[in-house]
């Protein structure tokens, strides 16, 4: 796995440069969070972990790819980590502007490790933003769409914001729905701090992907170099 994340550090650089972006062009960013439970398309993901991430995003033919690396900290008894590749980009489509896209992904975990590739849009209307996303799973050959919405409002806080948002995962195999509320807040230009607490459930018995009316509570932080 730490070989792998090399590699996709090192493709992040090479790759960037090929399209002629230059780190000048890029940026860095750090996290650290903790959360009691963690939902990866509505399954089960991590219990009481803390996490450190590492993001780059470079700017790529109009758009932004996005290498993204976790590690966690399992109730202090094992690590978990996860990886993504992503690249988005602004498209029109019928006259509207939407946000296109692809990535590929993968996850450790002690509920079951997880690969996968999605295709996705998302749109602005007014206050409410929505996305629609259609993945697959190379573990266990499950094709699911997800369906997200929310709205972002400002409050009298300086820089605070809350987010209302829902969930929904449909599969074959199941169903899933996580409702909640995040709050986020940019302390610099530089640094900000998060935090969720959501409503997670699906109704996958039998499996050790199950998350029965659990709720999830967390906290994170962040820093873009």
Known sequence: MKKFILTLLLGAIFGGAAYGTTIADSSVGVGFSAYNFETSRGLAAREDAFGYSLNLTAPVNGGDLTFNVGLYDIDGDSEDSDYSISYTKGIELFGQKLGATASFSGLDSTFGDRDEIAVGLSYKYSLLDTSWAVWHDLDNEWYG?????????????????????????LVDEYTAVEAGLKAGCAITDQLSVSAKISYNNNDFEGSSFEVEDEWIIGAGIGFKF
């Open 145 to 169: 769409v997800e369906i997200g919405a929310s709205s972002t409002f400002e409050t009298p806080i300086s820089n605070l914001s809350v987010t209302p948002f829902v969930t929904l995962n």
